[in-house]
């Protein structure tokens, strides 16, 4: 686990204003790694810091780095970030700590760093953020108790929880082909479900939803090669939100008994700026606290230190863009409020338990806590539990009300660490828009 130094320092601020600004995501103590594209550039790696992107090219260019911070400013400046992910935490660490120094007030590399104006210091505005990495594996956990027992009542009142909820961090592979950087429209989806009449049909996805989560985006681990407890969070290279869009009509006819497929498979929206393990150093907390009578995991899946240090505080929050909304200039509508800590397992968990089989992560794989439900209504995080498995209306604030998504919805992920005597940093917006399902071609 990240210990805490100067990049944390809360009193430290940025030559970038804009960084300085209570409500940024980007502030100095933050620095996620992005991939962005310059209108008629390449995609190539970058920094945020405020609404500027550092350009880690143009940063290598000017000499900036050296050493360790060296090799990972140029493994991080391509295409993708899969490059950096495969070198340890040390050199990512580093480039950390030499980017907090160049980017603080006072650093003696402000002016020339200034001097080189949007070459290195992109307007985030003037770009399109890109996937971060080439991510070759999607795994899709299932750890809030919370979303498990709400959705396991409707199914088996007297007994939700399925037998090895508690014993192991359940999980299904996903679709790493279809995962698509914010703000990218995907299509309804079309599919086969019993209709309201117990009808079977096929069409457009009547039941589509959104489930709030957040991802980890991996180093890598030799097949055959298991990750211990206390070394899994070393896997981990940084977090990101993750939009597991899920079609529930489909989803209701297919799953059982070989686990979901078509539902998910047609879209899973990721946010583009990855925040590192250290950057949210400051804002770690206890896994959750299970039950007095709750089975303890096997020893394999327990430590002390996982108890006291797994969790992330990290709140979280799913917002609806109506197209009424839009077209009025409002905001978009809160529908969910909820916390990372709501977890029944922790992350280190999932890495050590996806491993232990001889199970491969490549550099850049990425896997997903699951919908992350609290305990309360206003934590439900995914349209099924807030509308009550489709029976109840979810209003909005300008009077409009869904249940699921509508064509030409945008939902909205947003996450914050927030802690006293911190510096908030936030992970930026994970965006998708619902467009309508393409027309069945003629046979
Ligand atoms: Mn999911």
Redesign the pocket.
């Known amino acids: 686990m990240s210990k805490l130094n100067a990049t944390h320092d809360p009193s430290r601020r940025s030559f970038v204003q804009s960084a300085n600004r209570p409500d940024t995501d980007f502030p100095i103590q933050n620095l996620p790694f992005g991939v962005f594209r310059r209108r008629g550039g390449e995609p190539q790696g970058g920094v945020a810091i405020g609404d500027r992107i550092f350009d880690l090219k143009a940063g290598v260019e000017a000499g900036l780095f050296s050493g360790q911070a060296k090799v990972a400013a140029q493994a991080a400046s391509g295409s993708t970030l899969n490059p950096v992910m495969m070198l340890d935490s040390a050199h990512a660490s580093a480039l950390r700590a030499r980017l907090s120094d160049l980017l603080r007030q006072g650093a003696p590399e402000a002016a020339p760093i200034q001097g080189l104006g949007g070459k290195i210091l992109a307007p985030m505005a003037d770009v399109k953020m890109e996937l971060p990495a080439s991510i070759a594996s999607f795994t899709?956990?299932?750890t809030s108790i919370f979303h498990a027992e709400r959705g396991g009542r409707v199914r088996n009142p007297d007994q939700p929880l399925t037998p090895n909820f508690k014993h192991i961090p359940i999980a299904y592979n996903g679709r790493a082909t279809s995962l698509r950087v914010s703000s990218e429209p995907f299509k309804r989806p079309n599919g086969q479900f019993r209709a309201k009449g117990g009808e079977l049909q096929f069409g457009p996805e009547p039941r589509l939803d959104f489930?709030l989560?957040v991802g980890a985006l991996m180093r890598g681990n030799a097949q055959g090669t298991p990750i211990p407890l206390s070394m899994a969070e070393s896997h981990i290279f940084g977090y990101c939100l993750v939009n597991?869009w899920?079609a529930r009509a489909i989803q209701a006819w297919e799953t059982v008994p070989a686990g979901p497929f078509q539902g998910?498979s047609f879209c899973t929206t990721v946010s583009p700026w990855v925040v590192t393990g250290e950057a949210l150093a400051p804002f770690r907390c206890a896994a959750f606290q299970r039950a007095a009578d709750d089975p303890k995991p096997l020893p394999y899946l327990a430590s002390a230190d996982n108890e006291a240090n797994g969790g992330i505080d990290l709140q979280l929050e799913a917002y609806i863009l109506t197209p009424k909304m839009r077209a009025a200039n409002q905001e978009p509508s809160q529908i969910t409020l909820t916390n990372l800590t709501t977890l029944y397992w922790t992350f280190a968990q999932m890495v050590t338990y996806h491993a232990s089989n001889g199970c491969n992560f490549l550099p850049g794989d990425l896997i997903?806590s699951?919908?992350t439900s609290g305990p309360t209504d206003e934590s439900r995080a995914c349209l099924n539990e807030l509308s009550a498995y489709g029976t109840a209306d979810i209003p909005l604030h300008n009077g409009e009300a869904r249940r699921y998504l509508e064509d030409g919805d945008d939902l909205i992920m947003r996450a914050h660490a927030r802690r006293g005597g911190c510096v908030t940093i936030g992970f930026g917006d994970c965006t998708g828009r619902v467009e309508p399902a393409v027309p069945w071609p003629a046979n």
């Open positions: 899709d956990y299932f489930e989560e597991d899920s998910k997903a699951g919908t």
